[in-house]
């Protein structure tokens, strides 16, 4: 029996609802349906997501815009109504995750980590309010607190992983590549990249074990699914709206 089915077996009605509606706007293929079975029998339906700030091409300056950031500014409309759908069911809530160290680690910028992170603090206690009342927004940095500051060491395992290169390998030659990759041209910056996102999806499932994480990047998006569990199980990844 597919994973899916299994988990549509055991699921409480209610939590059969939230499935048929998951399942209606799933645009792509659910990762982990026996982890979204559980996420979706919990009381509260808590969905997350990762919006990286704006930032300018030229230099290293962020917009000082929560709105302009990556997720808020493509999806927000949508991930709302999806809310909105599901809530007469079960209360939900949305954590948009601010990735305020992604400048440094991926983008390669010198400026201050301390700078960078303080502007990301300030858009979020200039904009925050202006999202719905059942939204919240955190930065990475404050994830990676929770978890224990051991981003390196996760990093650092896969970085050595021969499942890893393959991967890497994968992701260089899909159809669709970073910008920033085609300039560089280089391995070591896609291998980076996959040892982050493996990185990044162990913390989720350790700090928000019952969460969904939504995945609307364009990017190579089956690719990026693998990243997140090349380390074990991830959370359960939906795609309603790339």
Known sequence: ????????????????????????????????????????????IEFIAFSCPASSKEKEDLEPNLMRSLFLERCKGEMQNLA??????KPVRVTIILSDLEPRRTWGWQMPQSEITGMCRLMIEEKAMLLPPNWQVMLWSQVEARYGNNYTQLYNQVM????ARRLADEYRKS??????FRRSGKQEYVLGKVAQYAAEGQILRRVFPDAILVQC???????????????????????PFM
Not at 84 to 89: A, G
Not at 175 to 180: D, G, K, M, P, S
Not at 218 to 227: E, H, I, Q
Request: no cysteine.
């Open 84 to 89: 909105d759908v599901i809530m007469p069911i």
């Open 160 to 163: 050595q992983s021969a499942h």
């Open 1 to 44: 029996m597919k994973p899916e089915r299994r988990m549509e077996k055991n699921l409480s009605n209610r939590a059969k609802q939230i499935w048929e509606i998951v399942r209606n706007w799933e645009i792509g293929e659910v990762v982990n349906p026996l982890a979204l079975g559980k996420a979706l029998e919990q009381s509260q």
């Open 175 to 180: 159809e669709i590549q970073l910008t920033r």
């Open 217 to 239: 990047e364009s990017n190579a998006p089956l690719v990026k699914d693998k990243m997140y569990y090349l380390l074990g199980e991830s959370l359960p990844i939906i795609h």
